[in-house]
């Protein structure tokens, strides 16, 4: 449950957690530490310090733009809304192969050319403006995933234990009903974030022995967060590739 009485940032409590101190993050991203030191006390960060700091404290950019609550950079949103109404498909093909074949869809995804954007990343509806809180971080970040409700509803169903409405998920976000302990471990199944990680961020305590993630849902939850730059025509050619191997794969127990 949240502490009311807790008023530290969510990346003072992701350092406290992690044991590390705003001298030795500012030392291994080579950034000052004042500007480390103000962001955690709750100054807006520059942007330049956010990318800086990113791969330190082994978080997307992206999700530390959504962190700080700052706008995502189009540059690091995701390029075509349209492919991300594919992501679930994808992901629940994903979790049916074996770790081989996930990898090698990974692997494909990667090889892909990066397409340029020409289009502006287009405001959030208003539905997906949320106030400050726990709930609605967790729904930007998965926005970050190119997951709107509806597929991020889809993908918690595919993933994990969790299946929800898509209205209810924007009621979370909006914090009008409460994000779980559970429910939380499986948002960090999907975010593909340490469960205790996300705790610490959002100050929401987790069990201690938390259910073990399912290695084939974190490889699907990565896959998702791969596809997030490529277009629709190539998400779709991703998808071609899973549902062959999938076909391959089921086609000598047919036989048999």
Known sequence: MTSEADSSTPMARLLERRELSP?????????????VRAFLDGATPNPLLLRQL???VDLHAADLFVIAGLPVPDDLAPLDAVAGRLAATLAGLAILLPA???????????????????QPVPPLPLREQ??????????RMLRNRNLDWI?????????TPHYLAASTLGMIGHGR???????LVSFATLLAVPADDLAALTNIAIPREAPSINP???????LIWDIRRLTATQTQQILDEAESM??????PQRSA
């Open 23 to 35: 001298l030795d993050l500012s030392q291994r991203a080579g950034v000052g530490a004042h500007e």
């Open 54 to 56: 990113a791969s330190t």
């Open 130 to 139: 949320y106030p400050p809180g726990p709930g609605g971080m967790i729904l």
């Open 177 to 183: 009903k409460e994000l779980t302990p559970d429910l």
């Open 100 to 118: 081989s074949r996930r990898h090698q869809l990974r692997q494909a995804v990667r090889s892909m050319p990066q397409e340029t954007r020409t």
């Open 151 to 159: 597929g991020s509803a889809k993908c918690l169903a595919q993933l």
């Open 216 to 222: 084939a849902a974190s490889d699907a939850a990565q």
């Open 246 to 251: 999938l076909a391959a794969q089921e086609a």
